[in-house]
């Protein structure tokens, strides 16, 4: 027996027949079973063809009738009769399979498909009696979307594997097709995680497969030189493998295109339409890593790219020479891809006493010394710190796995070490650009910043205040890259900077995502030049506040794990977007925003205006005191993300605003 789909191929030992068998299929078309073709092996020949073909395109449950009508001598074993019982078997295990639930139809398909390997299959055997774990692994594919994939490393459609890494190829790869670009080619790379090098590959073995030029490069790299490489080479597309600061267990897709920014939304759709239509195992083109190679269709690419790709780093200085001989940094990469070329544009600025935490510095995919590799946590710094309070050194500047995100520890006015927020790093970084380009004449008329709408509005104060213009995007670094884009074509902003409370950070146009490298470089200067004033970083950030008045913040997560969870987090966010609340923590809320409906309501006037941005599941409430409160599901890990941007006098009472806030908030979304 072999199903598939909407389809039944059944083989059947005959009982007193001339015949040794009968092999038939059947189709499910629109609900109705049709008996395709059938076949008696091994006998009679002429006679029983001729039952065969008398009953062949008829519907099934018909052709059972037809068949039992026959009149013969030998009854229940002649042919008429062994063909009736053969179709009514069929159409008995054909209605098995297909009450089945999908789940278990998707693992039936993995465990007895030839293409799979052998250690996925014993892996597969292994949950063969928990059908909860059959559930969670094959429950439904991962979701493709502008942020491309991410999922746990294992068998499955709902994981990160190799056949999961070549069917969202595939679906690249007609894309490229559908608009010609083949011999513009696409660039791939990979970060320090398990397996990484190996999706890679595979990646790149499917497009070469497809006529696609392949650039892959070779060792780990970050992520915004990915970005780079696609605009240098003037691909079409790009692909990277990393699932930036998840847990070690995890791995991800990230899709690019010709701009060098993440795939726009009708792209990431036809590539999701593309996805659903390939067969994982039998709809993907494949070949061989090293024989592509040496026929040209894959090409190594390295050195010559991180070159380019530094020269242009470099060119973002707003301050060159500033970094003097006795300053000195303390770095980690967290065992990721900023290990080689931070080190590097930090020398490069003239950094004589750069301090590495060696543990961290060596690429691991099991992160070893951390829990998470996220540098926004303090505990991935403490060996730093204790190298810090040896050295007497003020600065220590983490990158997670794929050098996109940057996070700093600072000493305070009392010594100890605490860590800055991505939205405290990007108002200071905002600042001294804006500064260090008025002193020395190269702030344009039409310079503007770009953050995003979850961003700290402090922003826009020191922008308002050096008369920038500053301009809000939804939250993804792609929407980022895609003003650049505009900027460019119509000419009517000069890009500035742009960055996101998630630690990521851009300035220049040479890349389209945040760059971690370039980051590092700006707050190393910054941290300089705020040290010949005899500041710290820390006494920066007060300062800040000291001119344009305290904005504290938070950021909540409320995970949904379980098979389930994405359907909780749909409920939820359905049932505040239907009933707002008109109060949160005993304060009135002013306006909502529902960017779903593009739909900004003032509850005071009852005045309807645009957002004027992209639709997306985000709901963003305006209280009454100057404070935001902004809800959304994540669109990488299943949970909601609620984050409090707060006006207060302090941040004793900041901390207190949003002890009330989150509180309240936790109801809301309580399962």
Known sequence: ??????????????????????????????GVKILERADFVGGCGGNTQGISSLV??????????????IKC??????????????????????????????????????????????????EL?????????IKEYFIAPLEFGTAGLRGIMRPGINSMNVYVVRQATQGIANLIKSQKLEERGAVIAFDSRNNSELFAKEAAKTLAANGIKVYIFDDIRPTPELSFAIRYLKCAAGINITASHNPKEYNGYKAYWEDGAQLPPDHAQTVADAINKTDIFTGVLTGHYGEMIKQGKINIIGGEIDDEYLKNVMEQSVRPGIVDKDFKVIYTPLHGSGYKLIPEVLK?????????????MIPDGNFPTVK??????????????????????????????????TGIVVRTGGGEFATLTGNQVGVLLLDYIITAKKENGTLKDNACAIKTIVTTELAAKVCGDNGVKIINVLTGFKFIGEKIKQFEETGENTFLFG?????????????????????????TEMAAYYKTKNMTLYDAMLEIYKKYGYYGEAVQNIAFAGIDGAEKMKNIMDSMRLNPPNHVGGYQITAF?????????NLKTGEISNTGLPKSDVLYFDLENGSKVIIRPSGTEPKIKIYYLISADGEISSNEQIKKLKSEMEKFVAV
């Open 1 to 30: 027996m072999k199903y598939q789909m909407n389809q039944m191929i059944y083989s059947y030992k005959t009982k007193g027949t001339c015949s040794s068998g009968i092999k038939i299929e059947i189709k499910n078309e629109n």
């Open 56 to 69: 062949a395109g008829m519907k099934a449950e018909d052709a059972i009738q037809k068949l039992r009508g």
């Open 73 to 122: 001598g030998r009854k229940g074993t002649s042919c008429p009769d062994q063909l009736s019982i053969a179709v009514e078997q069929a159409i008995g295990l054909m209605d098995e399979n297909e009450s089945k639930p999908d789940y278990i139809k998707n693992y039936e398909k993995w465990v007895n498909s030839p293409g799979l390997d052998s250690k996925s299959k014993a």
């Open 125 to 133: 055997s292994l949950i063969s009696s928990d059908p909860d774990k």
């Open 348 to 360: 490069r600025t003239g950094l004589k006493n750069l301090l590495t935490v060696d543990e961290q």
């Open 372 to 405: 998470l590799p996220n540098p926004e946590f303090k505990e991935v710094f403490e060996l730093g710190i204790k190298i810090a309070e040896k050295e007497n050194c003020d600065l220590l500047i983490g990158t997670d796995p794929d050098a996109d995100r």
């Open 499 to 523: 960055y996101e409370e998630s630690y990521g950070y851009l300035a220049g146009t040479y890349a389209r995502d945040k760059d971690a490298v370039v980051a590092s470089m700006l707050i």
């Open 593 to 601: 925003r529902d960017y779903k409906t593009s739909e900004i309501k």
